[in-house]
């Protein structure tokens, strides 16, 4: 009874959100324990599967840099809590095997990601923070350690049939960081002069020499950043253009792999469209030097939309640099690469179009033009003759061909009508189709054409049976002194006198043979 009394009495008195003991000694798991001071404290949660009285570590928390935020901190404090955190951010760390790593960098990694959240999150929402000086000259140290700190290691992308690229394990941090850069960048709150002392020509070459990164999610950050720092200093912009200019000559002459040439060029594509008019000597300088050599390297076909592009621009700009464009691509004419060949013909196709009054142009071209368009009519590949012939699908082309036709018919008839049909049929079908094309616009003509190019085929024929014959005749005399070596002394060269009696000069054929010699330089060997 005297217990009794006692226990309901100790229970009576003890402080609210206590948690109460049941029969075997046991708390109630549903109520809060209280500290010395009284304020509640939350009770760490047994982690499942691990066992009873064990707690999940947390990440480190201790400091303001990760207790505090920054939204939720004094204005006169956000600063210097803004310095900390990009200090904290400078630390990179190495994406491998993580099953290896530590779980104490398992749990920094994590912690780095939600600081740059943070901050990413804050200079959008309050960039006037970005008019101290110091907060600026920290966050480009957190830029540049970032990425431009040393090689980062890829890994491939998931196995597919199309070939992937190469993606950064890192780019959790790394996209992060490029936000922070577009939006510090992008903002209005930040003095130009303080902008031009941080983001100066050693951090723009910095920044063009990341462009050769495998992950393209990289490059295209690094396109809108270079493309809005272009747009904003105009200072920078005949330095960003040379440098530029400097990386595609080291590509085409030097190194040969570059993985961001495209990118580039789409910068480029919105320079040159910004320029004006009359075209600056230095500007046509730059399409001869830098650009049209971009046509010679094998990986050509990774960035042929852009340049393709930039060459369409320039056309429209000044129509007189068509033929200087035409007489380029002639130059670097792929001879064994049938994808590179139907690239450079929709580009013929394209400047073509592009071009105002192509008959004027065009005219020092046309000749050299149309012999490579009747080449490819008459390749092996369908590909290639296809895409060629489908050319007079243009209107442009085919006003272009109206206009030039005493130059392309005779040039382009032996193509159109081979003595041997393509084993294409589609080819064929698209040759008579382009004849008939001809036939319309002059009928007169192609007729005598076709009468010509009739006469050159019998003459050609006539002449190598000739050849043929004169050789003939030369392979006898020299059986005829082999099988009779009295007839001269031994070792002495044949009688030149006797030859030329046998056979006249004007028949021995002038052509060399297989060896490199001509017929005149035959002597019979010595028995």
Not at 221 to 245: D, E, P, Q, S, V
């Amino acid at each position: 009874m005297h217990r009794t009394t006692a226990a309901k009495k100790k229970a009576s008195t003890a402080p609210p959100g206590a948690r109460k003991m049941d029969g075997a000694g046991r708390f109630d798991k549903g109520r809060a324990n209280l500290s010395v001071g009284g304020s509640e404290r939350p009770t760490a949660r047994a982690t499942s599967g691990v066992g009873r009285g064990r707690v999940k570590k947390r990440p480190p928390t201790s400091g303001p840099i990760y207790q505090a935020s920054l939204k939720d901190c004094a204005p006169a404090e956000r600063p210097n809590l803004m310095v900390q955190k990009l200090r904290f951010c400078m630390k990179c760390f190495e994406f491998g095997d993580e099953s290896a790593e530590k779980r104490e960098v398992r749990d920094a990694k994590k912690l780095k990601q939600m600081i740059l959240m943070e901050i990413c999150d804050y200079i959008n929402a309050k960039p006037q923070i970005l008019a101290q000086e110091n907060v600026v000259s920290h966050l480009i140290d957190m830029v540049c350690a970032n990425l431009f700190s040393g090689q980062r290691v890829f890994q491939a992308a998931e196995p597919s049939e199309d070939e992937e690229p190469l993606l950064d394990p890192a780019y959790v941090h790394t996209q992060l960081v490029y936000e922070i850069l577009l939006r510090f960048v992008m903002n209005g709150e930040t003095d130009s002069g303080t902008m031009r002392r941080y983001v100066n020509l050693e951090f723009i070459d910095k920044l063009l020499a990341a462009f050769n990164t495998e992950d393209p999610r990289e490059r295209e950050y690094l396109k809108t950043i270079l493309h809005r720092i272009y747009g904003r200093f105009m200072t920078f912009r005949l330095a960003i253009r040379k440098a530029i200019n400097h990386i595609f000559y080291e590509f085409t002459y030097e190194a040969d792999t570059h993985a961001g040439i495209g990118e580039l060029l789409e910068i480029l594509g919105s320079i040159i469209n910004g320029f004006a008019l009359p075209l600056k000597d230095e500007h046509k300088s730059f399409l001869r030097k830098y650009l049209l050599p971009l046509y010679k390297p094998r990986s050509m076909l990774n960035y042929h939309p852009q340049l393709c592009y930039c060459i369409v621009q320039f056309v429209e700009k000044d129509p007189a640099l068509s033929s200087v464009i035409i007489q380029n691509l002639l130059r670097w004419w792929p001879h064994s690469n049938s994808q590179k060949e139907v690239a450079f013909l929709n580009e013929i196709e394209e400047v073509v179009d592009a071009t105002h009054s192509p008959e004027e142009n065009l005219s020092p071209v046309a000749a050299a033009l149309f012999r490579r368009i009747a080449k490819c009519i008459l390749s092996e590949n369908f590909q290639v003759a296809e895409r060629a012939l489908c050319l007079w699908q243009a209107r442009t082309f085919t006003e272009f061909c109206r206009d030039n036709l005493t130059i392309c018919l005779p040039i382009l008839y032996p193509a159109l009508s081979p003595t041997e049909e393509h084993w294409n049929q589609g080819v064929q079908q698209l040759s008579c189709g382009v004849l008939d094309l001809f036939k319309q616009i002059r009928l007169s003509y192609v007729e005598e054409v076709r009468l010509g190019n009739e006469q050159k085929r019998v003459s050609s024929q006539a002449a190598e049976q000739k050849r043929a014959d004169n050789w003939r005749r030369v392979e006898e005399m020299a059986a005829a002194n082999r099988a009779a070596p009295a007839a001269a002394p031994q070792g002495s060269p044949p009688n030149e006198e006797t030859l030329n009696e046998e056979i006249p000069n004007e028949e021995i054929p002038s052509e060399e043979m297989p060896n490199g010699e001509t017929p005149s330089d035959v002597a019979p060997e010595e028995e």
